[in-house]
């Protein structure tokens, strides 16, 4: 009944930018905290950024200064931007709202070398 569904992924050249989406159906965006997770092939799943209700933001080390994380709630959408890309942010990107619980099925990032 819950579907959040990730897009926005592909290939992009070293330095480059790109936004991720994540729209949601059964669930409201602005009523919970949201989160964006990352898998690279062979990795654990990590947190890259969490958005909490009150607006507060939580990234990761290595995104920290190149990804920002936030929400339209007219629109009841989530966004990763992305800037700077480097080939380590290459992974599987998931939207997870509640962050951690529910899971989107994915938009694959790629930065090659």
């Known amino acids: 009944q819950v579907h959040l569904v990730e897009s926005g992924g592909g290939l992009v050249q070293a330095g480059g930018s790109l936004r991720l989406s994540c729209g949601g159906s059964g669930v409201v965006f602005k009523n919970i905290a949201v989160g964006w997770y990352r898998q690279a092939p062979g990795k654990e799943r990590e947190r890259v950024a969490t958005l909490n209700m009150r607006g507060i933001t939580i990234y990761a080390d290595a995104v920290k200064g190149r990804f920002t994380i936030s929400r339209d709630d007219a629109k009841n959408m989530v966004y990763l931007e992305m800037n700077t890309l480097k080939p380590e942010d290459t992974a599987v990107y998931y939207c997870?709202?509640?962050?951690?619980?529910?899971w989107g099925q994915g938009t694959q990032v790629t930065v090659p070398d």
């Open positions: 997870s709202a509640p962050p951690g619980i529910m």
